[in-house]
């Protein structure tokens, strides 16, 4: 009997040590569970962010696009604005002149008056006129002769024109807001 004791306190020896070991393995099992759980879920966030960061991307990129077209098509239509009101400035400017009809008196004197005329345009030739900008838009600008008379038509400039006292016209830029006529011997602003 004394061996069957002995049998007894061995077997619940290995029962508890079974249990032990089922115990630490079960415990491991679900500690594998939940990290294999949590790196499936970092791989799922690293996609989403991978994704979303391509969307924001693209969605920079579209934004960049519509602001270039449309700070183009502001810019195009600015000069067209300001295009349009110099054209309506000198076509007043122009039925302003028409109103005023020759008498005969002044069609007798034509050829009397056309040769003052010239003599006046060389005149004004050598004088450095003070100008400001009616109108612009890059490479072209529409000028009024401030200390000109009250008949003095705008002046429609482009790079290369020759405008009296200033020289051969080197660039149209705007500042800012403002207009800039840079020629060889001065500015206009």
Request: charged content about 30%; overall charge negative.
């Amino acid at each position: 009997m004394g061996e069957v004791a002995k049998l007894e306190g061995r077997l619940s020896t290995l029962e508890t040590m079974v249990k032990d070991g089922s115990s630490e393995t079960r415990a491991r099992v679900e500690a594998e569970k939940a990290e294999t759980h949590t790196l499936e879920k970092i791989a799922e966030l690293g996609a989403l962010v991978t994704r979303l960061t391509g969307q924001v991307k693209d969605l920079q990129d579209r934004v960049q696009t519509l602001s270039t077209g449309t700070d183009e098509k502001f810019a195009d239509l600015t000069r067209r604005i300001a295009l349009g009101e110099a054209n309506r400035s000198v076509a007043s400017a122009e039925n302003a002149n028409a109103s005023h009809p020759a008498t005969a008196e002044d069609n007798g004197s034509e050829s009397a008056s056309a040769g003052a005329d010239r003599a006046h345009i060389k005149v004004v030739a050598e004088v450095k006129r003070n100008y400001r900008i009616q109108a612009a838009s890059p490479g072209l600008a529409m000028l009024s002769v401030i200390d000109g008379s009250p008949d003095d038509r705008p002046i429609e400039v482009a790079i290369g024109t020759d405008l009296p006292g200033y020289g051969k016209v080197r660039s149209i830029e705007q500042h800012g807001e403002a207009w800039v006529v840079k020629a060889d011997r001065g500015s206009i602003q």
